[in-house]
């Protein structure tokens, strides 16, 4: 009997930490779940005017966006405002609780 519940106890630690937020996301190369990064991760979404000339003073912020695909959404959406092709100039910083936490690239 000792042994089952060591059991249970056991796999209900093992199992709070695979599903919690902070498991990491090897795809991602995040510290985050890959739940966490593609549906609720909250992030600024940043475009680098001249990405080319490699000045970080060249960002500017265009939004925030929630989840991976509302964050691509966005900077399609945005490219498409300024009349722009699409290119590699835009940066998304991963937010939790209002502290910057990952800079992601797409």
Same mark, same amino acid.
């Given at each position: 009997m000792g042994k089952v519940i060591l059991l249970l106890v056991v796999g209900y630690f093992v199992y709070q930490y695979l599903s919690r937020d902070e498991s990491g996301c090897d795809k991602y190369a995040s510290k985050y779940?890959?739940?966490?990064?593609?549906? =609720?991760?909250?992030?600024?979404? #940043?475009?680098?005017?001249?990405?080319? *000339?490699? !000045?970080?003073?060249?960002?500017? /912020?265009?939004?925030?966006?929630?989840?991976?695909?509302?964050? =691509?959404?966005?900077?399609?959406? #945005?490219?498409?405002?300024?009349?722009? *092709?699409? !290119?590699?100039?835009?940066?998304? /910083?991963l937010k939790k609780d209002d502290v910057n936490m990952e800079k992601h690239r797409l």
């Open positions: 779940s890959c739940d966490y990064v593609e549906n =609720k991760a909250s992030y600024d979404v #940043y475009y680098w005017h001249n990405v080319e *000339r490699g !000045n970080a003073n060249d960002e500017e /912020i265009i939004g925030s966006a929630l989840g991976l695909k509302s964050r =691509k959404n966005f900077a399609v959406n #945005y490219v498409k405002s300024i009349d722009s *092709r699409w !290119n590699r100039s835009y940066i998304y /910083i």
